[in-house]
């Protein structure tokens, strides 16, 4: 998933809502696609989420090289909400999660691939 996450294209627009730019997301055809249907993506987990949160987020790269801290792009990283329970990880805990692709261009307060209903497949 992470090659099809890839191919979206980001412009910045500006949110009135907090006063600056953010990468806005232009999904692909084939993305737009998969929406809905269950996807499994592998990952790293990293401690990014709200601890009190119902999700988590994992990234293509370890956390020294994450979106967040080592300057990847928004394309490399999603939120899996998960069925039934949040099972605990470790940082960089390499995980696969299996879910319904959703994705996500307006909530500033989510990022913009995001899996529900998600089941931890392997750790």
Not at 51 to 78: H, L, V
Not at 84 to 101: A, S, W, Y
Request: proline letters at 6%; one cysteine or more.
């Amino acid at each position: 998933m992470w090659n099809e996450f890839a191919k979206t294209k980001f412009e910045p627009k500006y949110y009135d809502k907090i006063g600056e730019y953010l990468f806005y997301p232009n999904f692909t055809e084939e993305l737009n696609k998969l929406v809905g249907k269950e996807v499994t993506i592998q990952g790293f987990y990293v401690p990014f989420a709200p601890e009190d949160g119902n999700y988590i987020i994992i990234s293509k790269y370890p956390m020294s090289q994450c979106f967040f801290c080592g300057g990847a792009g928004p394309e490399s990283i999603a939120e899996v909400t998960f069925i039934k329970g949040m099972p605990k990880f470790e940082v960089d805990d390499l995980i696969t999660v299996k879910g319904k692709l959703k994705l996500n261009a307006e909530d500033i307060e989510h990022v913009n691939f995001i899996l529900t209903d998600a089941v931890l497949v392997s750790k």
